[in-house]
Structures are given as C-alpha cells and as structure tokens.
C-alpha cells in the first residue's frame, strides 16, 4: 500500500470548514484513499473513502486530485466533538479485506 | 448502524497471568482483525481472521498471542503470558459491505499490565 503524508496538527475555528491534506504520490490506480478518525483513544471510525472522483456523505467531502497524488477531507462546518486525529490511509481494492495501516495522522483541535 | 462489541472495556492484570479479550463483530461476516495502540502511539494491525484461520498477521502477534472463535458470534484475543509492554488499548474490527468500504472498530478494551 503506498505511503501517506499528513501535517502533525491543524486548528479550526467551530462552524468553519476543515481542509485536511494528505499526500500520497506513489498510489496506484487500483489505490483506494480512505479517512478514518479517532476521537480521544476509542476506536478508529470510518469517515469515507474513493478512488479517484470526489465524494460526499454526510460527514464529510473527499478531495482527490486529478493526478490522484493528494487529497483533502473536507469538514463543512467543524464542531468542537470533530476534535481528533485523522487519518488518510491507502489501501488497494479487491485485497480481500486486507488490514489497515494507519500512520500518525493529523491531530485536529476545533476550538470554540 | 451495525456495532462491534468489545469485553471488558478495562482490564487490569498481573504480569505474567494469562487474559481474554472478547468481541462481538458484526454478524454474518467472515472476516475479523485485532489492532492495538499502546499509549501515545499509532494503532498497530496484529491478525486478521478468516473463517476460523489466520489470514494474516504482523511481527507483533508473536507465540504469546492467539486468536480464536469459540462460538458462531465471539472472538477472542487471548495474552498467554502478559508483559509490561502489552499493556495498550486493544481494538477489534469488522469490514464493511464489501472489501472496498470501510472498517467498523470497536470501543476498545483497555489492558493494563502491572
């Protein structure tokens, strides 16, 4: 799976919009970005995830570039319960439900 | 939206004893993995399970370490002889609807060795 880059920490003001980078200039075109989060130290929790068109659900918006070498996940108007670490993973499709390997993230803080 | 139930939520044991995690994935799926984060650090992959086999596992899941369903519902993640550096929070998960959705984890059971 190709290596991802993310800034350490980020801050946003509650009600603005989140934009948080990652870089992964090595994906292939069968490479899937996905976002995961994790609020304080519970579980991991999947955001949203695609290959190379934008996408929507209703916690937030997915970035790609054409080149498909980055990407941002966009938060439309950030809480102050959004504060946690992201994390922007690339993983294969058709892996057979292969494991997740997470890096540092980035640690959001929403402040008020 | 489905869950993935981890017992207990904290665990305390002695160095050395033996302790089960258990967890609830979500039904119907075959597919299973354990993940660990040990305080301050990254979430660590440890094993994947496959329809009562071992699919997959990291450096982590030594000879200490075992994997097993006891049941048609629960998995369990059993420490046979626990050190200090296991102590961590340790996450189950269940894949999506298919292989290309995302992962549902688990809250976490919290393992403190002493």
């Known amino acids: 799976d190709a290596k991802t880059t993310q800034p350490p920490s980020m801050d946003c003001a509650e009600g603005r919009a989140a934009n948080l980078p990652c870089n992964h200039s090595t994906i292939s075109g069968n490479e899937y970005v996905y976002w995961y989060r994790q609020i304080h130290s519970q579980g991991p929790q999947y955001i949203i995830h695609?290959?190379?068109n934008n996408e929507t659900n209703e916690m937030a918006s997915l970035i790609i570039t054409e080149d498909r070498k980055s990407s941002t996940l966009i938060l439309p108007h950030a809480t102050l319960r959004d504060t946690a670490v992201y994390y922007c993973?690339?993983?294969?499709?058709?892996?057979?439900?292969?494991?997740?390997?997470f890096g540092q993230g980035t640690i959001l803080t929403v402040h008020p | 939206e489905p869950e993935v139930t981890q017992t207990p939520s904290h665990q305390v044991t002695q160095m050395g004893q033996e302790v089960i995690l258990r967890c609830v994935p979500i039904s119907n799926h075959l597919y299973f993995y354990w993940y660990r984060q040990i305080l301050g650090q990254k979430v660590e992959f440890l094993v994947s399970?496959?329809?009562?086999?071992?699919?997959?596992k990291s450096e982590i899941f030594d000879d200490q370490f075992s994997v097993e369903r006891p049941d048609g519902s629960n998995f369990t993640l059993k420490i046979r002889s626990t050190k200090l550096e296991d102590s961590a929070m340790y996450f189950c998960?269940?894949?999506?609807?298919?292989?290309?959705?995302?992962?549902?984890f688990g809250s976490g059971t919290r393992l403190t060795v002493v």
């Open positions: 695609g290959l190379k």
């Open positions: 998960a269940s894949p999506g609807r298919t292989s290309n959705y995302g992962y549902t």
């Open positions: 993973i690339v993983r294969a499709s058709g892996t057979s439900y292969g494991k997740l390997t």
């Open positions: 399970f496959y329809n009562n086999e071992i699919s997959e």
